[in-house]
């Protein structure tokens, strides 16, 4: 483009643009909205740091009456349960990513082979679950029963780990941005598809798989529905699943208060404090909302790519 | 002639073993996950109890054919009425607002003068996408607490009495869809803004230069060129609705039992009977009825899209 053109495009923009109060109104909008979404997280955080004195007294605020660390002091303390669950979220978050993007990315690159033979019967394998499921409790029964997975990090990692939504955007991707000719001259020059797949494709195609190691990563951090379904066991729970347990708890106890009686103290009082529990909410959040600002044109791309149809 | 290029083209190369070996473990992957599941559909059309000492398949076997007799008990509960009506409101409500909202956005903020500004609002915007709904849920929690949250406190600031949020049914249908928007408008901006950024800029200065305003700009090229991408989304959005997410209407409602006409769905009446406390072959009929409902209202409203404009079908 040309300097006068570009001169040209910048005065049709300016020509273009809506009038200055619909500017402030809508920016003013805008900003409000955005406050919206931030409101709760710094609200969180404000509660997470009050102390406990302070909250019983003025209720949650977004300027504490009173700070204080101890919560952070007693998650610290705490570490055999909390440090536990960090742990298991920790594990299933990289172990899943990891056998997310090996299961995600093999297939994509098998689809993405014009010339593969069987490449329309494996397009109906990842596309017939896309419109039809068995539905959650047989989904339940095979893996807590027939895979006697229940109690295990496994129950938490293979049902998340593959999704025809990643494997249509991977294989978009190899077929779009891998050129043809490389695979023939690697073949030619006698390289196996194992080979080719390992040693071209993927250094190659980094970028999307950036996009689905992201997708899986917040995903599996995120979950707590596998850990609802699937996990008894104490050590095996992770945060988020942790939070809902807590939750669950608090639940229990309001909605039997009158049969519980005097022990119903009792039992609130074995609970995490409210700024443990806000504190435990920070700690979750905190990696997600500090990493997706700089991840974010990762995610664009991955959802204009998966937005291809075929 | 004919025959020999028939073999030719059946014969299987070293490439497609190779591929196929490829692909295996995925394939093994959905037929223990996605397809071995579609078997329990049987669930539904059974008198369905794990016999003690069998497995699944060998009690499915045995379990006595029942016929439709699941489904008939299904729906002469006064439960199926409620999670019915509240799934398909809620997601009818959930399609309008959910398309009209972030188009409207994204073609609002692509006017914003400062860039800068666009982009930081956005991306706030998108934060309540990568939340889950546990955490999010403490969030509700810390503005409808009855005695701590923040609004409450603002009630009783103005002089009014407080309000027992987790007790009354009556704000909730307000709660659960301002929620959903909160959470999923930035994912929706995001996705249109992309498709706006893809329009060519030519369309516009051929407008200006014949003195459409700009009303008529996002009248007649902003949205019918983004209207693929609309479609597309709002023909997933039909095929799910008769499923809903079930975080939203299970965390946020902190497993109220005094919220069960507003926020109880198919889904969640199905989780009551894996945690023991609802009836397994009702709920597989409720989860078999919204597999099939889903699958023939997905590919209706497909039929009918690709009918009123040609090429605008997801498949």
């Known amino acids: ?222 979950d707590w529905y596998n850990a609802l379904l699937f996990i008894d066991n104490n050590k095996l729970v992770p945060l988020q699943a942790m939070l809902n347990r807590i939750q669950n708890d608090i639940a229990f106890i309001n909605d039997n208060l009158s049969t519980l009686g005097a022990s119903a103290a009792e039992l609130i009082a074995k609970l995490p404090s409210e700024s443990v529990r806000m504190a435990i909410v920070v700690i979750v959040v905190l990696p997600i909302a500090c990493s997706y600002p700089f991840f974010q044109k990762y995610f664009i791309s991955g959802l204009t790519i998966g937005a291809v149809k075929e | 002639m004919d025959k020999q290029n028939k ?143 923040i609004i409450n406190q603002l009630l009783s600031s103005m002089g009014q009495s407080s309000v027992q949020w987790y007790m009354d049914p009556k704000y909730w249908p307000y709660i659960i869809v301002f929620m959903h928007i909160w959470k999923s408008v930035g994912y929706g901006m995001v996705v249109y803004l992309a498709a706006i950024t893809g329009i060519d800029q030519t369309y516009y200065e051929a407008a200006i230069i014949d003195g459409a305003t700009k009303w008529q700009q996002i009248r007649y090229i902003t949205i019918p060129l983004i209207k693929p991408i609309i479609i597309i989304m709002f023909i997933m959005a039909v095929g799910g609705i008769f499923r809903s997410d079930f975080g939203l209407f299970y965390q946020l409602p902190r497993n109220a039992g005094a919220l069960f006409n507003a926020t109880a769905t198919i889904d969640t009446y199905v989780y009551r009977a894996i945690e023991g406390t609802g009836s397994m072959a009702m709920s597989s009929a409720a989860a078999f009825f919204q597999s099939v409902i889903g699958f023939i209202t997905i590919v209706t409203a497909n039929t009918i899209v690709k009918k009123i404009d040609g090429e605008n079908g997801l498949f």
Request: a positive charge; one cysteine or more; glycine letters at 4%.
């Open chain 2, 7 to 149: 073999v030719k083209r059946f014969k299987v190369s070293r490439d497609d073993i190779e591929l196929t070996l490829l692909a295996l473990p995925t394939t093994i992957w959905y037929l223990v996950f996605s397809f071995f599941p579609m078997i329990g559909i049987l669930i539904a059309f059974k008198d369905f109890r794990m016999m003690p000492g069998k497995g699944f398949i060998a009690s499915l076997i045995s379990s006595e054919w029942v016929g439709l007799t699941n489904f008939e008990f299904l729906f002469k509960t006064p439960d199926a009425l409620i999670i019915l009506r509240n799934t398909v409101c809620y997601n009818v409500i959930f399609i309008i607002l959910g398309t009209v909202i972030p188009v409207a956005l994204a073609i609002a903020i692509n006017q914003l003068y400062s860039k800068k500004l666009a982009k930081t609002c956005q991306t706030a915007m998108f934060l309540p996408h990568f939340l889950s709904w546990v955490v999010v849920s403490y969030f509700l929690f810390a503005f409808l607490s009855y005695d701590k949250g």
């Open chain 1, 1 to 222: 483009m040309s300097r006068y053109e570009k001169q040209a495009l910048e005065g049709v923009e300016r020509f273009n643009r809506v009038s200055k109060t619909t500017n402030i109104g809508l920016s003013a909008l805008f900003i409000f909205f955005a406050i919206i979404c931030l409101m709760p997280v710094i609200l969180v955080f404000m509660i997470s740091i009050s102390s406990e004195q302070s909250i019983a007294t003025y209720g949650y605020r977004f300027w504490p009456k009173e700070f204080s660390l101890e919560a952070y002091r007693f998650l610290w303390e705490s570490k055999e349960s909390i440090m536990g669950s960090f742990i298991v979220s920790i594990v299933v978050t990289v172990l899943g990513t990891i056998v997310g993007l090996l299961l995600n990315t093999s297939i994509a690159y098998s689809l993405s082979r014009r010339n593969f033979k069987f490449r329309g019967f494996f397009t109906w394998v990842i596309f017939i679950p896309m419109l039809f499921g068995g539905g959650m409790i047989s989904f339940y029964i095979t893996v807590a029963t027939v895979l006697k997975l229940k109690d295990t990090l496994w129950a938490l990692i293979l049902p998340m780990a593959v999704s025809s939504f990643y494997i249509v955007m991977l294989r978009t991707f190899f077929q779009t941005t891998v050129p043809d000719s490389l695979i023939e001259s690697a073949k030619i020059d006698g390289a196996s598809q194992f080979k080719i797949f390992t040693t071209i494709v993927l250094p190659i195609s980094l970028p999307a798989i950036a996009t689905v190691g992201l997708f899986l990563t917040f995903a599996y951090w995120n």
